[in-house]
């Protein structure tokens, strides 16, 4: 008798994965501990529970995340198929009827006679083909059992992120490149304030809105942030003192203008977040700010006016892996090829991120098992982008990212209008997507 593979967590990555190996004809095993016990954030019985939104984000091909969900749909995803059924109207967006997608998801999960659904919590790793599907609210005792298998540097219990900025949208008249004292190769783009931009700049974001805390993410009292010890929010540190800031990441010490020499009052240093140099982090920016306080304050800095955030800043429990250091493109565990990851727990971001990454981790699992080689998507692909993202190597400090163009290689050719070039790299990314499938025969 074959050997059943072991999913363990029923979300929207889980579900991906489980669905993949069954129509495979692998048998699995899926654990879910609802409705035996349940996390701080989840109340409905059923699998693939939405909790913050309803929304799957945007339809427009010409967009990361309307790429991604075709992708996803050319690869035979559960989560698309249900989401279609359960659509409610959105605009532009695809949203969700939210108990009627996961009693849609639940009853397809339930009716397949390949899977067998354990309600159980699952506190210690089981032996065997397993794949690891627990989300970013992972029990404590499964935490504590997957630090023993990753090593507790590798597992992070909190998501402190600063803010990500595409490097076409900067303002390059007013920024430069440059490394504090000349260290270095000039890695980091260098934003530049004069002292009335400062104090406008410290005002603005002193009185900034910041976004409420869910129950689940604060600490013993209301106002504990004591678990971000280690990466103040900028916003905190600025209410300490009008300097705090210039003596911290904003620090204008041995940084000066490479041409004209000049000093500087304060300067905000952008960290290049990519082997392409697409995307830069704003260095020591993370914050709990709304994400439109975010967008209104940051483009105070000079050089940031008009720029495009592909990923906002957030501080919340999100439990997650060091993945580049951990896991292959392909989702397994590079020094343990039975054990997978997938969702949120890899270092992947959002809904259809979560989902997408279930569909590799499933059939790359299924095409192990038959002894067929394993699949690396295109990196003009969404998912193939995601997959390298969170297993690139060379990444020292890694952060959850979800979808977004910036993780794709430049066209060939220059297309000045934004809307035009993304639809051209979408249909440029899917076009490689069917030729992959054929190839691989995936499905």
Known sequence: ????????????????????????????????????????????????????????????????????????????????????????????????????????????????????????????????????????????????????????????????????????????????????????????????????????????????????????????????????????????????????MRYGPLKPVGIYHPVTHERYYAVVQLRNENNEGSMYNIVGFQTNLKFGEQKRVFSLIPGLENAEFVRYGVMHRNTFINSPKLLSPQFFMRDNPNIYFAGQITGVEGYIESAASGIMAGLNMARSIRGESYITLPRTTMLGALSAYISDQTVEKFQPMGCNMGLLPPLDEKIRDKRKRYEAISMRGLSDLSTAIKSEEII
């Not at 089981?126 to 690891?132: A, S």
């Not at 992972?138 to 998501?159: I, P």
């Open 1 to 244: 008798m074959a050997e059943k593979v072991k999913v363990i967590g029923a979300g929207l990555a889980g579900c991906e994965a489980a669905w993949q190996l069954a129509q495979a004809g692998i048998d699995v095993e899926l654990f879910e501990m609802k409705p035996k016990k349940y996390t701080p954030a989840h109340k409905y019985t059923g699998f693939a529970e939405l909790v913050c939104s309803n929304s799957l984000k945007a339809q427009r091909i010409g967009s990361a995340a309307g790429m991604l969900k075709e992708e996803m749909r050319r690869l035979g995803s559960l989560t698309m198929q249900c989401a279609e059924k359960s659509r409610v109207s959105a605009g532009g967006a695809l949203a969700v009827d939210r108990e009627r997608f996961s009693d849609l998801v639940t009853n397809r999960i339930k009716s397949s006679a390949k899977i067998e659904i354990k309600s159980c919590e699952v506190t210690s790793l089981p032996e065997g083909r397993v794949i690891i599907a627990t989300g970013p609210l992972t029990s404590d005792a499964l935490s504590e059992s997957l630090s023993k298998l990753v090593g507790g540097e590798y597992l992070h219990f909190h998501d402190a992120a600063a803010p990500i900025v595409t490097r076409e949208s900067l303002d390059m008249s007013k920024v430069f490149y440059a490394s504090r004292y000349g260290r270095g190769d000039a890695d980091y783009i260098n934003c530049p304030m004069k002292r009335e931009e400062y104090e406008r700049f410290y005002n603005e974001l002193v009185n900034a809105e910041s976004a409420p805390l869910h129950e689940f993410d604060r600490g013993k009292t209301k106002d504990d942030f004591s678990v971000y010890e280690g990466c103040m929010p900028i916003e905190v540190l600025a209410k300490r003192g009008a300097d705090t």
